[in-house]
C-alpha cells in the first residue's frame, strides 16, 4: 500500500528554524496536489501549506512569509521549511496527498506525523 512518511521534526526555540520532510512510497502512478497540516491537543487540524505538481502553492495567513513548501516530483517527496518559529506553531505536523495507484483509483494519504515543539 502507499504511504507518506514524514521526518525533521523537533523541539526548536522561539525565532529557530526546521525542515520537514515527506517521502510517498508504494504503488504509485500520479501525485497532484501534496499538503502540510497541522494540529494542536484539543484544537482540529488545520491546512499550512499545498503545493501541486506544477508548482503552485496555498499557504495558511499565519505562515505566510515564514514557511516554504517545495516538492521534489521524481522522488515523491515534499518539503516545509519552517522559518522564524513562533510557539503557536507548535504541534504535530501530517503530510496529505491524494495518490493515484492507478489510473482510475485514488487513495488519500496520511503520514503518520512529526511533532514540531516550538518553545523556549
Known amino acids: 500500500q502507499v504511504q507518506l512518511v514524514e521526518s525533521g521534526g523537533g523541539l526548536v526555540q522561539p525565532g529557530g528554524s526546521l525542515r520537514l520532510s515527506c517521502a510517498a512510497s508504494?504503488?504509485?502512478?500520479?501525485?497532484?496536489?501534496m499538503s502540510w497540516y497541522r494540529q494542536a491537543p484539543g484544537k482540529q487540524r488545520e491546512l499550512v501549506a499545498a503545493?501541486?505538481?506544477?508548482?503552485?502553492?496555498n499557504y495558511a495567513d499565519s505562515v505566510k512569509g515564514r514557511f516554504t513548501i517545495s516538492r521534489d516530483n521524481v522522488k515523491n517527496t515534499v518539503y516545509l521549511q519552517m522559518n522564524s518559529l513562533k510557539p503557536e506553531d507548535t504541534g504535530v505536523y501530517y503530510c496529505?496527498?491524494?495518490?493515484?495507484?492507478?489510473?482510475?483509483?485514488?487513495?488519500?494519504?496520511w503520514g503518520q506525523g512529526t511533532q514540531v515543539t516550538v518553545s523556549s
Open positions: 496529505n496527498a491524494p495518490i493515484k495507484t492507478l489510473p482510475q483509483t485514488v487513495v488519500d494519504a
Open positions: 508504494g504503488r504509485i502512478f500520479n501525485i497532484n496536489v
Open positions: 503545493i501541486t505538481s506544477g508548482g503552485s502553492t
